[in-house]
Nanobody
């Protein structure tokens, strides 16, 4: 089993920045793609950003390209999401996810990910 724990969410104003963190434990996750998703009560869970095991490839949703940056530190079993120039429409619960197969691609469908964290809330006021 793998446990994922997110942190770093909060209430900010439009234009501010936040850095989300995801700590993995239980089993080594260094060989697997990890991603961030977000969800609001009115919308289905959507892909935000993903990163392959060696950080060789990243992928972003169009809505966050140029503003968000995903990174990982395999030595610490951590994944990060740096969010800049936040907008009210970025308000959501943000979830860390692990794709439990050794691949070099980044799936964007949430049902392809096996392990999930409990989420951290990001609220951006206008």
């Amino acid at each position: 089993q793998v446990q994922l724990v997110e942190s770093g969410g909060g209430l900010v104003q439009a234009g501010d920045s936040l850095r989300l963190s995801c700590a993995a434990s239980g089993r080594p996750v260094n060989s697997f793609t990890m991603a961030w998703f977000r969800q609001t009560p009115a919308k289905e869970r959507e892909f935000v950003a993903g990163i392959t095991w060696n950080s060789g490839r990243t992928d972003y949703a169009d809505a966050v390209k140029g503003r968000f940056t995903i990174s990982r530190d395999n030595a610490k079993s951590m994944v990060y999401l740096q969010m800049n120039s936040l907008k009210p429409e970025d308000t959501a619960g943000y979830y860390c996810a692990l794709y439990w197969k050794p691949i070099v691609t980044i799936p964007i469908r949430p049902d392809e990910y096996v392990y999930w964290g409990q989420g951290t809330q990001v609220t951006v006021s206008s």
